[in-house]
Each structure stands twice: as C-alpha cells, then as structure tokens.
C-alpha cells in the first residue's frame, strides 16, 4: 500500500503543463485497481468531516446511520443499471 507521500508524488507527476492535477481521475484510477484487484464492485461511502462549517451544523454527529440505508441499497440492488 503505498503512504501519503507515494500518493502526493504520483498525484503530481499526472501535472498538466499549466500546473493542473486532475485528482478524481487518479482516484477514479485507484479505485478501478481495487475493484480489479478484489473483483468485486467497490462502493465508497464518504462524509466531508473536514468542512468545518458543515460540522458545526450538524453538532459534529457526522456518522453513518440508519437513515444511510436507503442510499446503500439502492447502490448495491441487483437490478440498477449504470
């Protein structure tokens, strides 16, 4: 598994000549790996607990709860189509 630092490198080698990274596409590209790796679907749940404006305006109660269950069921149902 690579650590931060291997990540930052390789996220700033995919640097476009105006300086620009495109993060999703090297994330996108990880989780393609994993998924390849695994061979099975992956699915990401993800809060933004860094936004501290966000926090503060839900007490700091960010969780997965069972009022996520709908969403991740409607992810992993059989008979969704991408």
């Known amino acids: ?3 931060w630092v291997d990540v930052d490198k390789a996220i700033k080698a995919r640097a476009k000549p105006d ?8 994330r996108r ?7 390849a790796h ?9 809060t ?3 936004n501290r404006p966000k926090l503060q305006a ?3 109660d ?3 709860d069972l009022s996520d269950r709908e969403g991740v069921l409607e992810v992993t149902r059989q ?3 991408l």
């Open 1 to 3: 598994m690579p650590s």
């Open 19 to 26: 300086g620009s990274v495109d993060i999703d596409a090297y």
């Open 29 to 35: 590209e990880q989780y393609a790996n994993l998924e």
């Open 38 to 46: 695994t061979k099975r679907p992956l699915i990401v749940y993800a």
């Open 48 to 50: 933004d607990f860094l």
């Open 58 to 60: 839900c007490n700091e």
């Open 62 to 64: 960010i969780q997965i």
């Open 79 to 81: 008979d969704v189509t």
